[in-house]
């Protein structure tokens, strides 16, 4: 037992002695190596050497499956919401969405994402987007710009997984649904400063369901999903009516869309059926034409609230822009600097891998220190950017308190409506033949 | 009449807007399109500049990740003493648990005649922490290192490994050259 022990400890030395010893090789210059330390041995066995496992990727054509299934998805979800105004059809095209878009394809690619894509393909000329996240962004945009957002009603794995699981929907205020509704826009232009910035895909990062789509992902992300579907059991699609960034874009361009879907087939026969038949709260409905607002007030706040417009602006960039400090802390180069240099007996601590990786990369701090501060900088630009657009959103939601729209029928809000076709089915109105 | 009116103003607001939002989309998508690339892109870790800091193995989206170790058998010297398989504080040389480097125990020792032993990754098992990559890359060869597994990484928009990767060796590459297997000794060598 003591003898196998000195065996063993004497091993153990000599094979220190070797390792010290290719330490040694390590360090000597590698233009004295032109070949391997241990050269590759000639074997007498007839031994055959394996090569090593490269699985192939998910081959280019399927991207492409996955477009022409968007497409089709979206042309069936505009058949059935315009021609067969059938609900029933649209919830069995969202069933299958979550099932292919969702758990097949695992929440990605999406259209939600693509805006950082083509963000960053618009302002580094040197990334490059595929086409199928391209057509992805596009799709459903120039859809919703003839039909509404029937993108949003059966092709979003994001939505049709919450529009499935909607109980009982309670109805929001008014005022309350349309200051949450700035938040999305804010989203949105966060997302492009961080995707054209190069620091993150914030979208992506903090996609709610895509955890519950792969079924794992990081605790908060599963608590924020699980969370997010609780709620969504009585706030009808939380995610999509106050966070989703691409719903933002598409409320606007489903405003003016040219054919959207109607609750009525023909003429509203003003039964009020309707009423509250839509979770979402998008049914405008008919206004008391003798309430109607003194005009001349009207068009003095009008007035007011069009001159405050570039105040607003102004004032969202002034803000922004004076935080562009603390937000270009979240690109990791950025981050790095400034902990060397407010920190720096964070040089000694060897379980720092990034701060480590740095120093034993040979890049001077000055380069590192370069480089943050071009970041910085496009930081405050696009604070300016991104503040005066937050104003922009601000200026016209409170605008359009004062546009006064005379309403004789109960319709859909188009950049409201997600086109699900649920208030279809509450109308008695038959087209005649 | 007045109502008609109104209805036509409406009508020739929301065409105004349809055409300046449908001309604004098309702006963007010829630009975007102007650098569009019809390949495929997937993540790749250039092996080169990994410094096997052991982050592919906690964040990637995937548990186990999709970062798995292979090994370049051109470059392998087939060692008997392996710095990629044994730990440096081993008592033997050989396949016991306590000397063995890869903490799942993922690379089989296999025999081929005297002095050589082939080293081979159970993919299964391994857990991509390069334990062993930094093992080989000190003492060996450098024929042990980590690359993306393409049949099971997600592909997600952006790799949550590349984000935290220390050297940025994590980018995208073309599909169709979807590998960066070590060749050669050196970079230069294998042309890479």
């Known amino acids: ?433 | 009449m007045d109502k008609d009116k109104a209805q036509s103003r409406r009508n020739f607001i929301d065409k105004g807007m349809r055409i300046t939002l449908g001309l604004s989309l098309a702006g963007v998508g010829s630009v975007a399109l102007s650098r569009v690339s019809a390949k495929k892109w997937v993540w790749q870790i250039d092996p080169f500049l990994c410094t096997q800091c052991g982050r592919c193995a906690d964040y990637c989206v995937l548990k186990p990740s999709a970062v798995k170790c292979v090994h370049a058998y051109d470059l392998c010297g087939y060692c008997d003493l392996c710095g990629g398989y044994l730990r440096p504080e081993h008592t033997e040389r050989d396949t016991g648990a306590e000397n063995q480097l890869c903490p799942t125990a993922a690379i089989e020792r296999r025999y081929i005649e005297e002095p050589y032993y082939e080293y081979v990754i159970n993919r299964d098992l391994c857990i991509g922490c390069a334990k062993c990559v930094a093992g080989c890359t000190a003492f060996g060869n450098g024929s042990l290192h980590l690359q993306i597994q393409h049949d099971l990484c997600m592909n997600c928009n952006e790799c949550s490994i590349a984000r935290v990767c220390p050297s940025n060796a994590i980018s995208r590459v073309e599909s169709d050259a979807a590998y960066i297997i070590k060749g050669g000794f050196t970079r230069e060598e294998s042309g890479g």
């Open chain 1, 1 to 433: 037992m003591h003898l196998t022990g000195c065996i063993y400890t004497g091993t153990h030395k000599a094979l220190k002695a070797v390792f010290l010893l290719l330490l040694l090789f390590v360090m000597m210059p590698p233009a004295s190596f032109a070949q391997q330390r241990f050269p590759r041995p000639e074997f007498e066995t007839g031994y055959e050497q394996p090569t090593p496992v490269t699985p192939e990727p998910r081959s280019l054509a399927l991207e492409y499956v996955d477009v022409a299934m968007l497409l089709a998805v979206m042309a069936l979800v505009t058949w059935f919401l315009l021609k067969k105004r059938s609900r029933t059809g649209i919830f069995w095209i969202s069933v299958f969405t979550l099932v292919y878009f969702g758990f097949y394809r695992n929440g990605c690619i999406c259209s939600v994402g693509s805006v950082q894509n083509v963000a960053l393909s618009l302002f580094n000329t040197g990334y490059s987007v595929s086409l199928t996240v391209l057509a992805f962004f596009l799709l459903p945009l120039i859809f919703s710009l003839f039909y509404g957002r029937v993108f949003c009603a059966g092709a979003c794995a994001l939505g049709a997984i919450q529009d499935l699981i909607i109980v009982k929907p309670i109805t929001f205020p008014s005022w309350l649904q349309k200051t949450l509704g700035i938040f999305p826009f804010v989203y949105l232009g966060l997302a492009i400063l961080f995707a054209v910035t190069g620091t993150d895909f914030i979208i992506c990062r903090y996609d709610p369901f895509v955890g519950i789509f792969r079924m794992g992902a990081e605790f908060t992300m599963i608590v924020l999903g699980i969370g997010m579907l609780l709620i969504g059991m009585f706030v009808a699609r939380p995610y999509c009516r106050f966070v989703c960034p691409y719903g933002a874009l598409l409320r606007v361009t489903s405003f003016f869309a040219r054919r959207h879907m109607t609750i009525t087939p023909a003429e509203c026969i003003q039964c009020r059926l309707c009423e509250s038949s839509c979770p979402f709260d998008a049914i405008d409905f008919p206004g008391d034409s003798n309430a109607r607002p003194d005009t001349e007030k009207n068009l003095r706040r009008f007035i007011l609230y069009l001159v405050l417009i570039p105040v607003w602006v102004a004032l969202g960039g002034f803000a922004v822009s004076s935080a562009h400090v603390f937000l270009s802390r979240a690109h990791p180069d950025v981050f790095l600097a400034n902990l060397l240099i407010t920190k720096p007996e964070m040089r000694n601590d060897l379980d720092n891998i990034d701060i480590q990786t740095f120093l034993s990369s040979g890049k001077p701090l000055e380069t590192l220190v370069e480089e943050a501060e071009v970041i910085q900088n496009q930081f405050y630009t696009g604070g300016w950017i991104l503040g005066g657009f937050i104003g922009f959103v601000i200026g016209i939601t409170l605008l359009n308190q004062v546009v006064f729209r005379r309403k004789t029928d109960y319709e859909p809000h188009k950049g409201n409506c997600y086109s699900c076709g649920r208030c279809m089915k509450y109308c008695p109105v038959i087209k005649k033949q």
